[in-house]
């Protein structure tokens, strides 16, 4: 694999359908590798198995295609891939790095001695930190997932937008997990997210993750995991969110944003990728342009850093083609 061409990645998970947040991600992550005549890879995040959502995966493919978004080679699957979580977890526990816990979501929640961030969930207290790697054999029937030891201090990571960017992971979250329990007897189980984008990433050669800024406490978690494995980390740069007029993410209380219906509805990707390109500061006014036209525009520093505020009207103004 070669290192010094410049690699980014596109990574849908088949949860749902991709709406204009999303559109707004991979077009700064596909335009930040292309315009440095770089690579752009594709993979399938489909190992929360409960959550994918059939066809998810075509629809996904699709709407990069009526993008223009392109992609250099096959599409990985993280499904196919699970022999090589296995074998990181395997590197884990050999060095003393995870635990078994068998504590519930419950268990956690009822724990929690302070609010939490909305995705990152109550800090795990540490109740079953006391045990080592071989404890899971004489757990028996009892389900538990594996958590990473925190180190006592955070590792710091230069973003790409944001600049130096610290986050105290004892007190997001404390020791995480990096393969789920089985949701039921007889079901397997699962690496968890963070362990599933390290391998992913190094294995691909991946040299650059842009990625929404939701997931900025993810990365001390990977950058801890990509020194525990022995694997070089990537370069990381966290964009703000497409909001509704009220401040929040995108959901059905916003209209449809979903790129699936904007396609249905006749609008010409050129207009959705020409508000967007005015969204990050590239050009003046929101016209239709195509996503290699952007190419030498293209600029990371224009971007702004706070979220883009996304109104009915100005999707309403590009609907007809």
Not at 35 to 48: F, K, S, T
Not at 80 to 107: G, N, S
Not at 239 to 257: E, I, S
Request: hydrophobic share 40%.
């Amino acid at each position: 694999m070669n290192h010094s061409v410049p690699t980014g990645r596109l990574a849908p998970s088949p949860t749902g359908a991709q709406h204009v947040g999303n559109a707004r991600t991979y077009l700064i992550a596909w335009l930040s590798a292309r315009a440095r005549g770089g690579r752009v890879l594709l993979r399938i995040e489909d190992i929360d198995s409960p959550r994918i959502k059939q066809g998810a995966a075509d629809e996904a493919r699709a709407d990069l295609r009526w993008l223009g978004l392109d992609w250099d080679g096959a599409p990985v699957v993280q499904t196919a891939r699970l022999p090589l979580y296995e074998a990181a977890l395997f590197v884990l526990r050999q060095r003393e790095l995870v635990y078994p816990c068998t504590c519930t979501r419950a268990d956690v929640e009822r724990s929690a001695s302070a609010p939490h961030l909305e995705h990152e969930g109550p800090v795990y207290p540490g109740t079953c930190a006391h045990r080592r790697s071989a404890d899971a054999d004489a757990l028996g029937d009892r389900p538990y997932c594996w958590r990473f030891r925190l180190p006592a201090a955070s590792p710091t990571f230069e973003d790409g937008l944001r600049g130096p960017t610290t986050v105290d992971l004892r007190a997001v979250g404390g020791d995480f997990v990096v393969w789920k329990a089985a949701r039921s007897p007889g079901m397997p189980s699962t690496p968890a997210y963070q362990l599933a984008v390290v391998v992913d990433d190094a294995a691909q050669g991946v040299t650059e993750v842009v990625r929404g800024d939701d997931l900025v406490p993810s990365t001390p978690r990977q950058l801890l995991l990509y020194e525990a494995l022995g694997l070089p980390a990537p370069a990381f740069v966290h964009v703000p969110l497409v909001v509704g007029p009220d401040g929040r993410r995108l959901a059905k209380r916003h209209g449809d944003t979903r790129l699936a219906a904007l396609r249905a509805a006749g609008m010409r990707p050129e207009a959705l990728l020409g508000l967007l390109a005015w969204s990050c500061g590239w050009i003046e006014r929101a016209e239709p342009i195509g996503a290699r036209d952007l190419l030498p525009l293209f600029r990371l520093a224009t971007i702004p850093v706070a979220p883009f505020v996304l109104t009915p009207e100005l999707l309403e103004d590009r609907s007809v083609p």
